[in-house]
């Protein structure tokens, strides 16, 4: 098992990674990654199951489930009646057809979270574009409260529970007391290091490093582009010289003949 100075120090590093990368790109890469895990059947058969249990949206989706089989069963009769024998027969299924479909449309959009399939004009399923952004609102707002849980949540759950201890001590007589007492703050033994100090003193040490990484980075980056445009310089500026010594002869040549 870690230490309690390893955990807080990759803690830390986490934390300057998700602040240099950004909430946006880190829920977009997770999404995609959910969806490369779980196929669109292993998505469809966990939203069932999670809507077995009693839930806010369980009483939605079992009316949806509902109406979508109804649909399918007033399809199915109408294309096993004859629209030309029995118009009658089949003007009656075909308006109750359109309003169990309108029905079954408007619970789809309504449902939160929902990504159950919707019905179009030529009955195969599609999602609703609505419902889909209100599911990516609500994966991201479930994606940036774990996330935050799972480290500044994290991180304020470890300097209060181990706010009393001392991670690690400094030799006596080394520093003065006011020294002693700053790096003890707020409740560590006086001459220790307080996890509070010590999580500040890895993120100073990590935002500064990662700061030193992307400027020398940004800089090989410069030094590169500026060769590689310096090269096609070189060999216009021969090109052009050659040009113009040619153009300067071509008179002379005509002044001898």
């Known amino acids: 098992m870690p ?20 909430a946006a790109t880190i829920n977009s890469l997770v999404r995609l990654s959910l969806t490369n895990l779980m196929s669109q059947a292993h998505s469809q058969q966990i939203w069932m199951l999670y809507n077995k249990v009693p839930t806010p949206t369980s009483k939605a989706v079992r009316d949806q489930s509902r109406l979508r089989s109804e649909v399918l069963r007033l399809k199915k009769e109408m294309n096993s009646t004859s629209s030309q024998d029995e118009f009658a027969k089949w003007a009656k299924l075909r308006r109750q057809h359109d309003k169990v479909l309108a029905d079954y449309d408007k619970t789809s959009l309504s449902t939160p979270l929902a990504i159950m399939p919707v019905l179009n004009e030529s009955h195969s399923y599609s999602p609703p574009a609505e ?7 609500s994966f991201d707002s479930t994606v940036t409260v774990a996330r935050w849980l799972s480290t500044n949540g994290l991180r304020f759950f470890l300097q209060f529970w181990y706010a009393r201890q001392a991670l690690f001590w400094i030799p006596q007589g080394w520093l003065p007391s006011y020294v002693e007492w ?25 935002q500064l490093v990662g700061g030193a990484v992307v400027a020398l980075y940004v800089l ?3 030094q590169r582009a500026g060769k590689g445009k310096g090269r096609p310089q070189k060999l216009g500026a021969r090109g052009t010289s050659s040009a113009a010594r040619s153009q300067a002869r071509t008179p002379d040549r005509k002044k001898e003949l």
């Open 220 to 222: 090989a980056m410069e």
């Open 131 to 137: 419902s889909l952004k209100g599911s990516k609102a």
């Open 182 to 206: 700053m790096l003890s703050f707020p409740r560590s033994p006086r001459g220790s290091i307080s996890i509070q100090v010590w999580g500040i003193a890895c993120a100073s040490v990590i």
């Open 3 to 22: 230490s309690l100075l390893t955990t807080v120090f990759i803690l830390q590093l986490l934390i300057h990674l998700i602040n240099t990368t950004g």
